[in-house]
């Protein structure tokens, strides 16, 4: 007989991140364009925070 009550994460039983619903937005303006977005956290003053096509030309380059 299998014990399904252990606990941890996977695909099944435990918290996978995904299932908290919707996520709070926060209003932002972009540090580029100018243009207002929301972002899902919320902003720090000191560093710049950038709309969804901006943020395209300043993302991290991936190897």
């Known amino acids: 007989?299998?014990?399904?009550?252990?606990?941890?994460?996977?695909?099944?039983?435990?918290?996978?991140?995904?299932?908290?619903?919707p996520r709070e937005m926060h209003k932002a303006t972009c540090a580029d364009c100018g243009k207002e977005t929301e972002v899902p956290f919320v902003p720090d003053?000191?560093?710049?925070?950038?709309?969804r096509e901006c943020y395209q030309n300043h993302k991290p380059q991936r190897y």
């Open 1 to 21: 007989m299998r014990d399904d009550r252990r606990g941890g994460g996977g695909f099944r039983g435990g918290s996978s991140g995904f299932d908290k619903g």
């Open 45 to 51: 003053p000191d560093r710049p925070v950038y709309c």
